[in-house]
């Protein structure tokens, strides 16, 4: 239930109000999986379509796409759960998440301490994301300039495939078989 109330509340510290769609998402979701599923796919493509982001290296473009982001993959985790669950942690993390709507940091702030209660990171976990800082940082000025936008689609693209490939080898994910025919 935490990824509703998220998404709602990013769609607000963004500006956009393409997630008030998300209860509906969740809702579709705990009635069939496949259906919520198919609803989230929807729920993404269309956000994505209406959110301009001009640079992704400026402060409030970085944190609308770690906003929407950070919600969405919230979201996803409900649509996957499927079952209403808010606790002690869930109500922590949305007071920091409603606090987000008078200082966005603090929405970014409760969705971190929700994904480090939730899905358990461990120290590499940390050292990833602090080298994946540092790096942003040192490169912000080489990467923020006119026309740079197809700079910042190869350097988000390849944090994607890193992340991508790196979750295949942390031992803290689940395995699944995709084609067991």
């Known amino acids: 239930m935490i990824g509703v109330v998220a998404s709602v509340l990013a769609g607000f510290v963004a500006g956009t109000y393409v997630t008030l769609l998300a209860p509906i998402v969740y809702l579709l ?14 729920y993404v493509l269309y956000l994505g379509n209406s959110v301009t982001v001009p640079t992704l290296y400026s402060y409030s473009g970085l944190v609308n796409a770690l906003s929407l982001s950070l919600a969405s993959i919230l ?5 996957l759960k499927r079952r209403p669950a808010f606790g002690k942690a ?11 709507l008078a200082v966005p940091e603090a929405f970014l702030a409760g969705a971190v301490f929700y994904f480090l ?4 990171m461990d120290a590499r976990i940390f050292a990833f994301l602090g080298a994946v800082t540092a790096a942003f940082l040192i490169f912000r000025g080489q990467l923020d300039f006119p026309g740079a936008a197809s700079t910042q689609v190869m350097a988000m693209a390849a944090f994607g495939i890193f992340l991508a490939v790196s979750s295949l080898t942390w031992k803290n994910l689940k395995k699944r078989e995709m084609f067991n025919w």
């Open 75 to 79: 979201l996803l985790d409900d649509v």
């Open 90 to 100: 869930e109500l922590l993390a949305a007071a920091f998440m409603a606090l987000g």
């Open 29 to 42: 979701g705990l009635r069939n999986r496949d259906l919520g599923l198919v609803a989230y796919l929807v």
């Open 117 to 120: 209660l939730r899905f358990r």
